[in-house]
């Protein structure tokens, strides 16, 4: 029988052969010359290679962390390959392909002569990747959303009319520089601009409108909508039931809202607390360096104090850079780059600079320590340091806990004392509110019909986000499905099982121990983490 490393080993090659340039930035050798294939075929591939290694995950007995984490991941990945989200999501930085494709490209970083070629390999492929992209998506019955593919237009509009192209980034200063500009010239930039007038002319006219923006108007979209909810969430939660636990999260802050805001702004009412961290020019950005170094000063902060917190703590520091200026008009608020295991790219927090002016810097220390320290830097540096696993355990994509514990810390940073003051408390709250809103409006626009302009209009009310946010965020959860939800299911989860184990453990709990349990095995499943923290419990009698 095989042996579940043996499976993770598999699944691994099939995930990183269906996403070449992941394996790139992830530092896996082996497929730096490649694209993904964009074609239905290639979906189904996926798919059946994926349910085979998931039934063979469950039929054996050795590692059962290892087994339930391939079969998780082999489930999602199969799950992913089945929705196909390809042919109708056009404009999000981290779904849409060719924004994607956009956006990582130009972090490659050929180690040698080998890597350089390999990348001008890829480059010509672009024509041919983006030909069989557009023979999908015009042969699809999933209608887009029209103002996304005319932002998708805008978006490749800005990267053509770039005077230094982006793409030769890898290779820039070498000598390979020309040939890679010469390559852009002649094939890539016109392959880009004849899938950029595909958009315009084929795509965009047969949009759907914005009053029925999610899943639950497509053929099929319901059922697509509860496999990835189940997918992302690791949990047997209906979208109906997530609706709910968001809308009760939503009115228990309130309470908080008034209590922390009273010291801000004197006893008021929590929407008004809400209304007036946004309505405060003092509390807006004054531009992005700005911005870039309160984000360095957060994070300098948090390593200063991580190891009252934490027994072990990342090798390399978090570094902080600005989301490239291209990709920023449809990039998220912030994220998390991990570093590359070869060390040719380190841990990275991607600051979304744009229109500094009109963002608020209330919640930037809050996103800092989610992104960076003790956030995502921590749990995936960490992870990459487990060399005793199977290299699938170290980067499984599992959203509910990789940005389950990145919410978590945003509370945890507070017991840490990191907030600067109450003004930042409330951007900790402000990221709870907008976390317990997805919930609601994720499932609001897939499940239950909402418009687009309901879900604007409760985040509006809800959450405390600037409209060019809004907008954005709203877009991110019509072309990203059930994603948004892993947040708040996950923290939720983490925290029970911290409280859990508090109970059991008594005198005898220990928060530095707790946290290197929950980082010790790699991302898992809800259910899994559950055991991997009942079996600690159960060792300290």
């Not at 700005?290 to 948090?302: G, K, N, Q, S, V």
């Not at 841990?347 to 003790?374: C, I, K």
Request: proline content about 6%; aromatic content about 6%.
């Amino acid at each position: 029988m095989t042996t579940a490393r043996e499976l993770a080993d598999d699944l691994l090659a099939v995930i990183l052969d269906a996403d070449p340039v992941t394996a790139t930035l992830l530092g896996v050798p082996g497929r730096d010359d490649r694209l993904p294939d964009p074609s239905a075929a290639a979906d189904r591939e996926v798919r059946r290679r994926a349910e085979a290694i998931a039934a063979r995950a469950r039929a054996g007995e050795d590692d059962p962390v290892t087994r339930a984490v391939v079969a998780q991941q082999a489930d999602a990945l199969a799950c992913k390959a089945k929705s196909n989200l390809v042919e109708h999501t056009y404009a999000e930085g981290l779904s849409a392909p060719v924004m994607l494709l956009l956006g990582a490209l130009p972090l490659t970083r050929p180690a040698d002569e080998r890597g350089a070629r390999d990348y001008l390999t890829r480059l010509a492929g672009l024509p041919g990747y983006l030909d069989a992209l557009a023979d999908r998506q015009r042969g699809s019955r999933r209608r887009p959303l029209a103002h996304l593919v005319a932002a998708a237009v805008d978006r490749l509009d800005r990267h053509l009319a770039e005077d230094v192209d982006p793409l030769a980034d890898p290779v820039r200063g070498t000598r390979f520089a020309a040939e890679c500009a010469d390559l852009l010239v002649t094939s890539v930039r016109p392959a880009f601009a004849r899938y950029r007038d595909f958009l315009r002319a084929e795509v965009g006219p047969r949009g759907r409108s914005a009053d029925e923006p999610g899943l639950c108007w497509l053929p099929g979209g319901d059922e697509v909508y509860a496999d990835l909810v189940r997918s992302y969430t690791t949990t047997d939660h209906t979208a109906e039931q997530l609706h709910r636990i968001g809308l009760d999260l939503v009115r228990a802050l309130d309470r908080e809202y008034e209590e922390i805001g009273a010291r801000v702004f004197g006893p008021i009412p929590a929407a008004e607390v809400r209304a007036r961290l946004l309505a405060d020019p003092a509390l807006r950005w004054t531009g992005p360096d700005e911005m870039l170094r309160l984000a360095e000063d957060a994070i300098a902060r948090a390593e200063r104090v991580a190891g009252d917190w934490f027994g072990a703590v990342p090798d390399a520091r978090c570094e902080v850079r600005a989301v490239p200026e291209a990709d920023a008009p449809n990039a998220p608020l912030a994220y998390y780059l991990d570093p590359a295991l070869d060390g040719s790219r380190p841990g990275t927090y991607f600051v979304n600079t744009h229109q500094a002016e009109q963002r608020d810097r209330f919640s930037a220390e809050a996103t800092a320590f989610h992104e960076g320290v003790p956030g995502h830097h921590f749990q995936l540096a960490l992870a990459q340091r487990l060399t005793d696993l199977p290299l699938l355990r170290r980067f499984a994509s599992i959203e509910a806990y990789l940005e389950g514990w990145a919410l978590y810390t945003e509370r945890l940073a507070d017991e840490m004392g990191l907030y600067s003051d109450d003004v930042a408390r409330l951007g900790m709250l402000s990221g709870d509110s907008l976390r317990a809103a997805r919930l609601v409006v994720d499932t609001g626009v897939h499940a239950l019909r909402w418009t687009r302009r309901q879900a604007v209009d409760y985040l509006r009310a809800n959450a405390v986000l600037p409209d060019v946010d809004i907008d954005s965020e709203v877009d991110r959860y019509i072309e990203n499905p059930a994603q948004a939800l892993a947040y708040m299911v996950g923290r939720l989860e983490i925290q029970r099982l911290r409280g859990e184990a508090e109970r059991r453990l008594g005198d005898r709990f220990d928060i530095r121990a707790f946290h290197d349990v929950v980082l010790g095995d790699g991302p898992l499943p809800m259910a899994v983490l559950a055991d991997v923290v009942d079996r600690w419990c159960d060792s300290l009698g």
